[in-house]
């Protein structure tokens, strides 16, 4: 399995981005995909995930109402659509792939998002 990550970059607080991740496996559509990120000096925290037929999303609390996750099975790519951003946003963001939802435990190298204030 290989995880590419790609969107991050730098924006204005208020502003938006996507992030998008392309998992190489054949098998796509079997797993669950989510996302984490990691602000410098913090711990890696989960963000969103969505099962492996887009059954069940989950959010952290900290991103409800203003970032989306969706999966595109025809192009194997799992999307982070982030929008009204924050300074506190920033971070490195890994897409993850598992089994379940709660079971997301291989992660990609990551890409980095700055929000300026």
């Known amino acids: 399995v290989q995880l590419v990550e790609s969107g991050g970059g730098l924006v204005q607080a208020g502003g938006s981005l996507r992030l998008s991740c392309t998992n190489s496996?054949?098998?796509?559509?079997?797993?669950?995909m989510g996302w984490f990120r990691q602000a410098p000096g913090k711990e890696r925290q989960f963000v969103a995930a969505?099962?492996?037929?887009?059954?069940?999303?989950r959010y952290a609390d900290s991103v409800k109402g203003r970032f989306t996750i969706s999966r595109d099975h025809a192009k194997s790519t799992v999307y982070l659509q982030m929008s009204s951003l924050k300074p506190e946003d920033t971070a490195v963001y890994y897409c993850?792939?598992?089994?379940?939802?709660?079971?997301?435990?291989?992660w990609g190298q990551g890409t980095r998002v700055t929000v300026s204030s």
């Open positions: 993850a792939v598992g089994g379940t939802t709660s079971t997301l435990n291989y």
């Open positions: 496996a054949r098998t796509f559509s079997a797993y669950a």
């Open positions: 969505v099962a492996y037929d887009g059954g069940s999303i």
